[in-house]
């Protein structure tokens, strides 16, 4: 599962990311590709809402526009 948040404003991003990850959260994979490209606005969006939000993510060290989120069980 995959959510691609290039070309949205930071408002529309997080709307798009706080619905992805709702529906992540009862689809049952587990993991969630965030891609974000390398943009400051939205990458540091991202993380700070993961960090709030208490999940568990990781950023690829070959694509720093990336997040892989892992599911809560």
């Known amino acids: 599962m995959s959510i691609d948040l290039h070309g949205y404003t930071e408002q529309e991003a997080i ?3 706080m619905s992805a ?3 992540f959260e009862f689809s049952g994979e587990d993991t969630l590709e965030i891609i ?3 943009g ?3 990458t540091r969006m991202v993380e700070d809402y993961l ?3 208490m999940y568990e993510y990781t950023q690829p060290s070959n694509n720093l526009g990336t997040y892989i989120v892992f599911a809560r069980y």
Request: no cysteine; glycine share 14%.
């Open 36 to 38: 974000t490209g390398k």
């Open 15 to 17: 709307g798009k990311l």
């Open 40 to 42: 400051y606005v939205l």
């Open 21 to 23: 990850l709702m529906t």
């Open 51 to 53: 960090d709030e939000e």
